[in-house]
Every structure is written in structure tokens, then in C-alpha cells.
């Protein structure tokens, strides 16, 4: 929605008068898939698609809660946050109230309405965006009542907290952190075991990020997300009784690993293979883009998918489709999944001349061979959390 129509939606919500604005990235990550929770370096952008939080202060201790897109409409009383759990929806918003009232900030009474254009479920992180664009107005009004001011590192670790705890969702740091931080026209290297973080400009030559949806509704995401990470915590295990030094599946270097792997055995040993060698993906990704080797990255793009497919199996039928249809396209040089898996998005660097071309052609044989329809956004790399007046 444009501003001014959700600000007019807000007013006619909840009457006229000051109405504040605040904002959060969906991201895509471009390499370095279910690492995060191993310590791993990740490669995640901030994306155009965001969700904006229109919001006003309240006099009394009750956080209002509504959204453009959907008909709920939520009462929070901020002395009761620890027992909206269970909501429909707003369960997200309520978590990260509790979180942060938990961690000292003054969370105060106020009337927010979401508007989000991240697509549920697509693998861009639109939970994320969700807990980070209440992060930022919450931490906002929290400084603004003499209490705890926006860090936006900060912000980004309460919101992975509250999902963590608040709604049992086991995800790790990338989204959050990519959604808060995010910085234009810059992809962030994140070392997910210390946060140290570096901003690499994204300098694609010739070349575009087209992001595709398969639009195949994410089946069994969730446990099998849990799944994995209890795979590569056994494989940690093991591994640590013959490398004592290591604190994460990341510390294994692929030459470390090569000596020590007779310790795993069967899909532990596929999984851990996957998380060592897309590690030194990651770093071999940010060399080939300092040194403009934008085919060599497109490569290791096409390595990280089939290392998701094959040794993590997270793609399933319709991301291989989508992925596959677009490396077969000539101006692809390299299409991944991104995001969880089981559904959701493929991202594909294609030569930026031929892209309306790479989208007809693929859209048509991704239905051809899954019946399904793909959807395909105009991306740009933008700014994380930010109030936008
Ligand atoms: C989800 C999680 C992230 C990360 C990715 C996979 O998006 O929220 O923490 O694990 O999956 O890379």
C-alpha cells in the first residue's frame, strides 16, 4: 500500500490526529543456507518488500493491534503480555512486547496497523520483518518514555528470542538481523557464532537478482526445520570427541572434516557434509564478487542448491523445478532456493537484458512441468528498520 493510504487507513482505524511510521526488510539470502544455527557465515540482502507499521502513542497500557491485508483485531494489555501465546494472529507482535518489557525496555500503550507486502510463507522472512518492524516502534517509544532506545543489532537478537521462545519456532539469526540491519544496495556478511558483520557492496555486472515463488504451500516446514538442527547438533557432537576445540559445526574447515567424517555416518554425515562445504561457499562467494568473478558466484549458487537438494534434502519437486527451469534459461548463470526450503523462493542472477525474456520462459516451463504457477517480484536491495517519519 502507498503511505498515505495506510495512513488514511490508520485514521480511519483509529481517528485522526499524529500518525508515526516505522519499517522492516523481508530479505533474500543469497548464499549460505541453514548455516545461521551452526555458527555458519551467511550472505542475506534487505529487500523493497517490507512490512510498515503505522503507529501512535496511547495514554493507558493497552497495545492495539490491526493489519491492512487481514480483518483481526487484537487488545493487548502490556501487564499481561506473557499470555497471548495462543492468538491467530498478532501472536508474533505480542512476543516481541513481552521480550523486550522482559528485557528492561518501557513498553508502552499505543495503536499500530501492519501492512506487509513480504508473501507469507515464501521464504523472504515475513515473520521476521513483522518482529523487527515492532521492534523498531516499540524500542522507539521506549526511548521517548525516558527507557530503552533502538540498537538495531539489539533489536534484531530480542526478535529471534521472542520467536525462539515465545513462539516455539527454533530459527536462528539470519532474518532478523538481515530485516534490522540491512543497508542499500549491500549484501551483509554475518558471522552468526560472534555477529561481527560486514557490508559488501552487491556489484552484479551485467547481471539482475530475479527472486521467484513456486507458491507451493510450505508442508511440514516447521518440524523438518527442527529436524535438521537436531541432525547437525549430533553431528557436533561427534565430532567435537575428535576435535575438542570446535564450538560449532562451522569451526569445521572441509579439510578438517575430510579427516575426521568416519565419525558420522548416513544422513548426520550428509548434513554436517552440506553445512561445511556451503561455509566455504560463502567465503568463496564474497572473494568472487570482490574480484567482480560474477560467473564463478553464479556457480556457487547452483552448488548450493544441489547440495540443499541432494545432502540437507530441503527443495523438494517445485524448487528443483523452478531452480532447474532457470539454469536451463541462457542469460542464468546461477539459481538457488532460498530461505528454509520445502516451498517458497528461488533467487537467479540473469544477464539484466534478457530478464522479461528468463521470466516468460521459465514461468511457462515451471507450469508445464509442476501444473503450478510461479510468481515473480521486482526486487531491489534496500535499507533495514527505519522510521520513516
Ligand atoms: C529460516 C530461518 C533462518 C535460517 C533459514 C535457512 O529462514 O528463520 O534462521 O535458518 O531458514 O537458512
Redesign the pocket.
Known sequence: MKIQDIVQRFEAEYGEGEVRLFSAAGRV?LI??????CGGP?FPAALNLRCVVAARKRNDNIIRLRATTIDHKVELDINKLDSYRDLPWGDYQAGVAYTMQQLGYKVVGCDLLYDADVPFGS?L?SS?SIEVATAMTLATFSAEAGGKGVDKVELAVLSQKSENEYNGVN?????QFASSMGKKENAILLNCKTLDYQYVPLKLGDYALVIANCNKKRALGESK?NERRAETEEALAALKKELPEITCLADVTPTMFEAKKHVLSGKVLDRARHVVYECQRVKDSVAALSAGQIERFGELLNRSHMSLKDLYEVTGRELDALSGAARKHPACIGSRMT???FGGCTVSLVKKDCVEDFIKTVDAAYTAETGLKASFYNTTIEDGAQELR
Not at 530459527?171 to 532474518?175: F, L, S
Open positions: 539470502n549460505g543456507e541453514h548455516i545461521d544455527y551467511v521464504g522472512s521476521a530459527c536462528g539469526i539470519m532474518d526445520y530461505g528454509a526450503g
